[in-house]
């Protein structure tokens, strides 16, 4: 599976997301993606409790375990790259999570405007 180039919404390289748990669509721990990458797990947020909530009445419970799939489940503060269109969903409902702009993917902006991402980011 091919990567896209790794950079973020500024132009910049991508940082790494979260190594523990290990997220990405690749599992390297960055918000990469691909032509595989259906779902665009772009968006590098740190999830709470309030966004879980809703992606499991969504039909995504990221809480449950997968162990066959490497997934440990996620609790409020994990780092995790999540498909662009779940957090937009997210935010148009008012819960979507913090997101880290320099590990979000660039492609992020073809779903989110920089300003929007922007008006929920945290500081590195």
Request: hydrophobic share 40%.
């Amino acid at each position: 599976m091919q990567k896209f180039e790794s950079t973020n919404v500024w132009g910049k390289a991508l940082a790494p997301c979260g190594l523990d748990p290990l997220t990405g669509f690749f599992r390297d721990g960055c918000c990469n993606s691909g032509y595989a990458d259906a779902g665009m797990h772009t968006v590098c947020a740190v999830v709470t409790a309030e966004f879980l909530a809703f992606s499991s009445s969504r039909g995504n419970d990221l809480t449950r375990p997968v162990p066959e799939a490497g997934f440990p489940g996620l609790r409020p503060g994990d780092r995790w790259c999540l498909c662009a269109s779940r957090w937009l969903e997210a935010c148009k409902a008012g819960v979507a999570p913090p997101v880290d702009l320099n590990a979000t993917h660039e492609e992020t902006l073809a779903v989110i405007d920089l300003g929007t991402l922007k008006n929920h980011a945290i500081t590195s």
